[in-house]
Every structure is written in C-alpha cells, then in structure tokens.
C-alpha cells in the first residue's frame, strides 16, 4: 500500500508464484482492482509474465506421500504432540477432531508458532510511506482460509502520516482492522508508540487467546514494534546506519 496516493494491492489463494507480493504490487500498478483471489489471481500473474514453480521442499513432500500412505511423517524439530496429531489426520479425521478436540486452541498455537509473515515498511526522503506484507498463512489452515495479510486495514495499512503492518493470528487483526487502527490512533494524537500499544489492547475486547506482533512507522521516521507475546523484535535501518539494527520489541500484557 503507498500512503501518499492510498493505492493498494493484494493476492490470496495463490498457488505455485515464489513471489506473491511482486504480484500484489502488479494488482496495484496495473489492474482497476484491490483484491485478486484464486484461480483469478493465478490467471493475472500468469497473463503478466509469472511463471508457475514447484514449491515444495524435500520434507513437504514426503509428508504428503507419507499422509496418503499412511507413513511415518518427518516433523519440524520440537513439534508438539497436538500439532502432529493433527497434521498426521488431517484429511481423514477432521470432522472427527473439530467434534472431539479443542481444535480451535491447536490452530491458535499454530498461528504464531508456525507463521512465516515478513513486514516491510519504508519512508523516503520525501515522507512517502509504503508498507508491504508477504506470507504463506497459518500452518494447516482449512482450504480456502485467507488471512490478515492480504486485507487492507486488517493486516496492513498506511497513510500519508503512518503506517502498520501486523503478524501473528490473522483473524483477530481482521475483526478489529488493526493496522488501520494504529494510523487512526496517530491521525488522532497519539504517538505512533502509544498508538501501537493502545490498538494491541484492543485484542483484550475479543476475548480470544492469540499472538500479534505489529510493526508501525510515523511520516517522522519513528519505528516500533508492539506484541502481547515477550521476546519479540524488529529491524531498523536509515540512510545512516550501516547494517540493520535489532531492536525489542515492546511486550504488552493483556
């Protein structure tokens, strides 16, 4: 999204394009529309010059074959029981484990443990604001789930003074327009900190267990980072500094 001009793009349900957000931008740039989804979005990037890849790693594809097979599956490092009972199953037992597990708690768990959303926001020298989101969604999402990243005003906004981006679990920052909150808050007097800490509280109104990390930028070239989970950080850079630097993220609790 470009915060001078609010033009914005975005994809969901897109399959086999290694670089999704290079779409988005193509929706943006090129097409009359915000939001392409589907077989639609996969038409588009394909009409425009994206090629179609095979994406899976070596591990992915044993699991499937292992699922299909009824094999032993190749986990992540520390996975929990849950999380391997429920991807062991499933296909085959899913209306089974929504009636007889908690399976709404596995996905919450999932939804910041297995997250793999990258937040990008930048200010030129002349306080153009832009903030791009990129993600692969929640690990073992239903079919045809779609998250925040991909909703402007969910899980990203930006104006000509601010903008937002935000992780963690998607459904919650879409029920409470989240990153369009954060740049309401700062249109309306607050500092794009406390503007981040004061929409992070929000989440106590769902009254839903979940993890969200959101990052934020004023016009100014002010960056914070604010979660309801501790040990988190961002990246920092400017035209002054060398490398990128780490920075903590401030831990709200609710």
């Not at 090629?51 to 591990?59: C, I, M, Q, S, Y």
């Not at 402007?152 to 903008?163: E, H, K, M, P, R």
């Not at 990390?213 to 980072?225: E, V």
Request: proline share 2%; charged share 30%.
């Amino acid at each position: 999204m470009e915060g001078k001009s609010l033009r914005a793009g975005a994809v969901a349900g897109l399959k086999r394009i290694r670089h999704p957000i290079s779409v988005a931008r193509k929706v943006m740039e090129l097409s009359p529309h915000v939001l392409l989804v589907g077989e639609g979005a996969q038409r588009f990037a394909k009409a425009i010059g994206f090629k179609e890849e095979e994406l899976w790693d070596e591990r992915a594809k044993s699991n499937y074959n292992a699922i299909m097979e009824g094999k032993k599956l190749l986990f992540p490092r520390n996975a929990s029981k849950e999380y391997i009972e429920l991807y062991k199953y499933y296909d085959k037992r899913l209306p089974e484990l929504m009636r007889e597990k908690k399976l709404k708690e596995w996905y919450r768990k999932l939804s910041f443990e297995k997250h793999g959303t990258t937040n990008v926001i930048a200010l030129d020298q002349q306080q153009n604001l832009v903030v791009g989101v990129s993600t692969s969604g929640l690990a073992l999402k239903f079919p045809g789930r779609a998250g925040d990243s991909p909703v402007i005003g969910a899980g990203n906004y930006c104006n000509s003074l601010a903008g937002a981006a935000c992780t963690g679990t998607g459904e919650l920052a879409i029920r409470l327009c989240l990153a369009r909150t954060v740049v309401y808050l700062y249109e309306n007097g607050l500092s794009i900190k406390d503007a981040a800490i004061k929409a992070i509280k929000k989440l106590g109104e769902l009254n839903e267990k979940g993890v969200i990390h959101i990052l934020a930028m004023d016009h100014k070239g002010n960056a914070i980072g604010v979660s309801n989970k501790e040990d988190l950080h961002y990246f920092y850079a400017n035209d002054q500094t060398k490398e990128l630097e780490k920075r903590d993220s401030i831990f709200v609790e609710l």
